[in-house]
């Protein structure tokens, strides 16, 4: 079977898709699968991403995310007599004949459409499309699953819920040493609240900052700064401006983005980890955390619950109190903050790239073997759908 891997994105963007796409690839690659396969990366890319003897690296031409995308995929793709095609960025060359499967990591782009900039918003909106062009999707979560079938009518036979996992180096490490270098290195207190992701509308960093001012004005905890590691995305200047309206500028550390190394440690540093996020498809910086150890504050929405079970605090995303008193608990009990240390890491070995990979691949597999065309119904809608709108496609990428 000959596999080929749409890999562009890790070019322009090394988060997100971008982090699943490597682990996912590299858990295949370890697997020793008996399948060939082509990974298509950006032409500026030139270092292979795997370099197995069954692994081969391609150039694709095709810009990512623009109004050319979907015109050049498809005769880029000719020569290389795929079996099938994985899009791991949700949207796969609709007017290719090769089978694909994609990835649907959440459908924040529908219910947060104000949250999305106005490319991603054309980009994402081919949504439609590509659900029905593929031949089977995977998600990281049953809340996706779910959100897909209700939202898009995709019947739940069509989707796998695969589940993502920390990156394996996410372990426990000696917690008073590690916590020493990073406060050397980036400045730190010794006692740190962690939050983790792109700074943007979505991760409710705001309403964060709103609640960490609660937690030092109205129960007077003034041992404790706020530590934030990402990259600066769509709106984050309501984030700077919130930090200066608050007050905040001497309790809360803009890391940026950070190595995964440093970011390992920062987490073991920390004294707990929050993602206060209003939507996520599956969530992976709490599922990080627990990994290293750190007991994590989790919105008690999507998938969140579903990735933490109950080896986490839940709040409301939308309850400035309730998420400061959760923060309150975990910096001042410490047999909640052990016990939740315990449960997360019992949790974290529920999840393994490993066990992706073992079942993306019979995900591919089961795809080729079935051969199956899209159903007449989907056939219909397609053609429907591309003929209405195939002049307009390429242009919103």
């Avoid at 031409?61 to 109004?67: D, E, I, L, N, Q």
């Avoid at 054309?122 to 439609?128: E, H, L, M, R, V």
């Avoid at 073997?369 to 899209?374: A, D, G």
């Amino acid at each position: 079977m000959h596999i080929g891997v749409d890999a562009r994105l890790m070019y322009h963007q090394p988060a997100g898709i971008s982090r699943y796409t490597w682990h996912l690839l590299n858990a295949m690659a370890a697997i020793e699968a008996p399948h060939q396969f082509t990974i298509y990366q950006h032409r500026k890319h030139r270092s292979p991403l795997i370099e197995r003897p069954n692994f081969r690296r391609a150039t694709l031409y095709a810009p990512v995310h623009t109004r050319l995308e979907q015109y050049m995929m498809p005769l880029e793709l000719l020569p290389a007599r795929l079996d099938l095609l994985h899009s791991p960025d949700f949207i796969p060359p609709l007017y290719s004949s090769i089978p694909t499967v994609i990835t649907v990591h959440d459908l924040a782009f529908l219910h947060w459409p104000h949250f999305v900039t106005k490319d991603s918003a054309a980009y994402y909106g081919q949504i439609d499309r590509a659900v029905a062009h593929a031949r089977h999707i995977i998600v990281p979560s049953e809340h996706t699953r779910s959100d897909l079938t209700a939202q898009m009518g995709v019947p739940p036979d069509k989707i796998s819920v695969i589940y993502e996992a920390a990156d394996p180096r996410f372990t426990p490490l000696p917690q008073e040493e590690t916590r020493r270098e990073v406060m050397k290195k980036f400045g730190l207190p010794e006692r740190y609240v962690f939050f983790v992701g792109t700074i943007e509308p979505r991760k409710n960093l705001t309403g964060l900052l709103q609640a960490f001012k609660i937690l030092i004005d109205r129960y007077n905890v003034q041992d404790v700064n706020l530590a934030v590691a990402g990259s600066r995305g769509w709106l984050y200047e309501e984030v700077l401006n919130a930090v200066e309206t608050l007050d905040l500028t001497e309790r809360v550390h803009l890391l940026d983005r950070v190595s995964d190394d440093d970011l390992h440690k920062l987490y073991v540093g920390a004294r707990c980890h929050i993602h206060p996020a209003f939507y996520e498809g599956f969530g992976l910086p709490p599922l990080e955390a627990m990994a290293c150890g750190t007991p994590t504050i989790v919105s008690n929405v999507s998938s969140l619950p579903e990735v933490v079970n109950d080896a986490a605090l839940l709040v409301d995303p939308r309850d400035w109190e309730e998420i400061a008193i959760a923060l309150y608990r975990l910096l001042t009990d410490d047999g909640l903050h052990a016990e939740l240390r315990h449960m997360g890491l019992q949790r974290a070995k529920d999840f393994s790239w490993t066990m992706a990979a073992e079942q993306t691949l019979a995900v591919y597999e089961n795809t080729v073997n079935r051969k199956e065309p899209i159903s007449p119904a989907e056939q219909a809608n397609e053609q429907t759908r591309t003929s209405s709108r195939a002049p307009t496609v390429a242009g919103q990428g």
